[in-house]
């Protein structure tokens, strides 16, 4: 070989070292870029999501509460009706007891 072939061919290995060393670079620069997007959409969608199971809890805590202050109202009311009924059958059982002695004339 001569050394104008020589030149040639060492000149072109050279700008394909240089473009290769120059492309590769690049594509690690956007290789940490998507890296990087991705991580931030991803902290993102973890924020985002743990926003929406905070929010989900409070939902829950809230008609967990009202269920129970519900279920406590009408447990007091039930109570509170029961006693009526038990009361009013008492006072019903000795308005009769009292009118069957009176027809059968015994004493209280």
């Given at each position: 070989m001569n050394s104008k072939k020589t030149f040639r061919m060492l000149l072109v290995c050279?700008?394909?070292a240089a473009f290769s060393s120059t492309a590769c670079a690049a594509q690690d620069g956007?290789?940490?870029s998507i890296k990087q997007d991705a991580k931030t959409a991803g902290h993102g969608i973890a924020d985002r999501a743990r926003d929406v199971g905070h929010a989900t809890k409070h939902v829950a805590t809230k008609v967990g509460?009202?269920?129970k202050e519900a279920g406590v109202g009408i447990g007091h009311g039930a109570k509170?009706?029961?006693l009526g009924i038990g009361h009013g059958a008492r006072?019903?059982?000795n308005a009769t007891k009292h009118a069957v002695k009176k027809?059968?004339?015994k004493g209280d």
């Open positions: 050279a700008m394909f956007s290789g940490q509460h009202g269920g509170k009706a029961g006072d019903g059982w027809v059968f004339n």
